[in-house]
């Protein structure tokens, strides 16, 4: 079973920056669109970006546009979600996902979260003073 494997999490101030990364051991993501999501407590889980297969479209919520950065490198099976500019509503479990279904992000079309699979552990970003 493919499980991705989240990174980078941690307690940073209010204007800091993180790094997350996605990891798919053994898995090739190409092909396959990915997408950032993020659960905080008491809330549904809802998605923060994606990135497309191959020709590198993005989407990004309204809430994260200009401040988060989505990146892949399918040579090395990963991808990464550049966080700057974090705020304390920031603060939640981030997980990545592939989604099964397509292979495209559009800046547009919200990821819907019942097309995704192979969820990892999340990563914990926490925001605060």
């Known amino acids: 079973q493919v499980q991705f494997v989240e990174s980078g999490g941690g307690l940073v101030q209010p204007g800091g920056s993180l790094r997350l990364s996605c990891a798919a051991p053994?898995?090739?993501?190409?092909?396959?669109?990915i997408g950032w999501f993020r659960q905080a407590p008491g809330k549904e889980r809802e998605g923060v970006s994606c990135?497309?297969?191959?020709?590198?479209?993005?989407y990004y919520a309204d809430s994260v546009k200009g401040r988060f950065t989505i990146s892949r490198d399918n040579a090395k099976s990963t991808v990464y979600l550049q966080m700057n500019s974090l705020k304390p509503e920031d603060t939640a479990v981030y997980y990545c996902?592939?989604?099964?279904?397509?292979?495209?992000?559009?800046?547009?079309?919200?990821?819907?979260?019942?097309?995704?699979?192979?969820w990892g552990q999340g990563t914990q970003v926490t925001v605060s003073s």
């Open positions: 996902a592939a989604n099964l279904m397509r292979s495209m992000c559009g800046p547009s079309v919200t990821p819907n979260i019942y097309e995704y699979d192979y």
């Open positions: 053994g898995f090739t993501l190409d092909g396959y669109a």
């Open positions: 990135i497309s297969s191959s020709i590198g479209s993005t």
